[in-house]
């Protein structure tokens, strides 16, 4: 007899996805096979490898440009707001109606759970088409001019492939640009499927160029000549090295790089729902989120029946097969970034802080760590000042709201926050005390393509999202 209490998977079924044996590049409208060697992309949850897929050469890289150059001086930059809008609802609606292939397929190449991909990135990326579709016709109204820039050359990280893409490719076409695009080395085929969409919206040939390949690809479309806005998300050390290598040109620049936020508990806060904002701050997609909530600020009267609610929480999440529609918790991007998450947590042994992880049995292939949480950690500690960019949370403790502000802005970024008090006025004194792009009351982690997004101080410049997001693809009011 079967025991009703044992687990029974749901995994999602994987038929819905066409994986090619290899893929090319997709420039001017067209898969080319490209000058350069392949690499190959894995599911991180089993180490199967899924495809080969083409490693753009510079000279690649310059007849994606050429092509974007051609369609915006031939077509895109002549064509009507309102003309624009369509292929953008267009694609909008097909993103929609092609949801489930493209969250199974961004589970399998990201390692992210399914109800994460399907109920939040796909659903969010649609809404970023819809949004900026809106703005296409309206820019006069922008507040940043109606001119375009031209070519726009960016790179995305690997932890929210799609959404990242989406962020970059809606506002510039809205705007009138056309782009060159990079994704991640470890997760290139939801951009490709993209690509896949864009012939199938009848978009003109060279208005969307996607070039796989790894940092070298990615220095290339930074460097061109003949690109005139840079759009990057990923590392701080990254940034620095693009924002060093475009200075001196006219490329217009947006940043938008990495995060160690607070998330502040108050004592007087609801306490189970402050532990669920605290999973889903920093077990949201595995941790691999430039705005996680790092670093767990709890006031000191609450915070060992904090510690209690959070520690038991943390040991009922299903860490497991990202294809799983019970999985909460899925599979670390790669082997070389969970060597980083290992060595960071070792590094906060060795400092002295007490570790605990979340009882789990870990798949025996793949890449996983279990949740993980640090107490006893102070300011100086590595694991309170670097980005872990993984699930792994560190727990520091205050007295009073200004050493709460203090120790927060303690740190070289400033990308998001989370305050948890039962008080408005304190939410707002809070917000206003908080050096972060974002700052989040009583919920955290929320997108919307309506709000602003994007950091201060090293976690970059430039906002995506919004009508400030116009901004990056605009010449400006006086133009
Ligand atoms: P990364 O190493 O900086 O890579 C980001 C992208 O840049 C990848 O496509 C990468 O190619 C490419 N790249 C690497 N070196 C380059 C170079 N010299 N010139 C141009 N492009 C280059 O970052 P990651 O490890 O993929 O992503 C994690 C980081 O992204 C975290 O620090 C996180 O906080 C940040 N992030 C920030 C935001 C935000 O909105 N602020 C959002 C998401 C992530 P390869 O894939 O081949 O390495
Ligand atoms: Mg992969």
């Not at 790894?214 to 061109?224: F, M, N, Q, W």
């Amino acid at each position: 007899m079967t025991n009703i209490f044992e687990y029974a998977p749901a995994p999602e079924s994987r038929a819905i996805v066409d994986i090619k044996p290899s893929y090319g590049l997709f420039i001017n409208g067209e898969f080319v096979d490209g000058n350069g060697t392949s690499f190959k992309t894995v599911n991180p949850a089993t180490e199967e490898v899924l495809a080969e897929v083409a490693e753009a050469t510079d000279a690649d890289v310059d007849e994606a440009v050429k092509a974007a150059r051609r369609a915006y001086t031939r077509v895109w930059s002549r064509m009507s707001g309102a003309e624009r809008a369509k292929y953008l609802y267009r694609i909008a609606r097909i993103i929609q109606e092609r949801g489930r292939e493209l969250a199974v397929l961004e589970s399998i190449d990201n390692g992210k759970p399914i109800k994460e991909s399907r109920d939040v990135d796909v659903p969010i990326v649609a809404a970023h088409f819809f949004y900026y579709a809106g703005w296409a016709d309206k820019l006069k109204y922008s507040g940043y001019g109606e001119t375009p820039l031209g070519v726009a050359g960016q790179v995305i990280p690997w932890n929210f492939p799609l959404l990242m893409l989406a962020w970059k490719i809606a506002p510039a076409l809205a705007c009138g640009n056309t782009v060159v695009l990079k994704p991640a080395e470890t997760t290139p085929l939801t951009a490709l499927l993209f690509a896949e969409i864009c012939q199938q919206a009848d978009l003109p040939p060279g208005v969307v160029n996607i070039v796989t390949g790894a940092g070298d690809t990615g220095r290339a479309i930074v460097s061109h000549p003949d690109v005139d806005k840079v759009a990057f998300t990923g590392s701080t050390e990254v940034g620095k090295a693009i924002a060093r290598a475009v200075a001196g040109s006219d490329k217009k620049v947006t940043l938008e790089l990495g995060g160690k936020a607070a998330n502040i508990v108050f004592d007087d806060a609801p306490l189970d729902q402050a532990v669920e904002g605290i999973v889903n701050g920093i077990f949201f997609n595995q941790g691999h989120v430039c705005c996680a909530g790092s670093r767990l600020l709890v006031q000191e009267s609450v915070a060992d029946e904090v510690m209690d609610r959070l520690k038991r929480r943390m040991a009922t999440l299903r860490v497991g097969d990202p294809l799983d529609k019970n999985t909460d918790v899925g599979a670390i991007n790669s082997a070389e970034q969970l060597a980083k998450i290992r060595e960071l947590s070792q590094v906060g042994e060795d400092e002295g802080a007490e570790r605990w992880s979340a009882p789990c049995d870990l798949p025996a292939n793949g890449y996983w760590f279990a949740p993980t949480v640090f107490t006893g950690v102070s300011q100086a500690h590595r694991i309170a000042r670097e980005e872990i960019f993984g699930p792994v949370l560190s727990v520091l403790t205050f007295r009073t709201p200004s050493e709460a502000v203090e120790k927060a802005n303690n740190t070289p970024f400033g990308l998001s926050a989370g305050v948890w008090t039962d008080k408005g006025s304190r939410i707002l004194s809070m917000a206003n005390r908080l050096r972060a792009g974002v700052v989040w009351a009583n919920t955290f982690n929320k997108f919307d393509p309506t709000s602003p997004f994007g950091g201060y101080k090293e976690s970059g410049y430039g906002r995506e999202g919004g009508r400030h997001g116009l901004e990056a693809y605009l010449k400006g009011a006086d133009a």
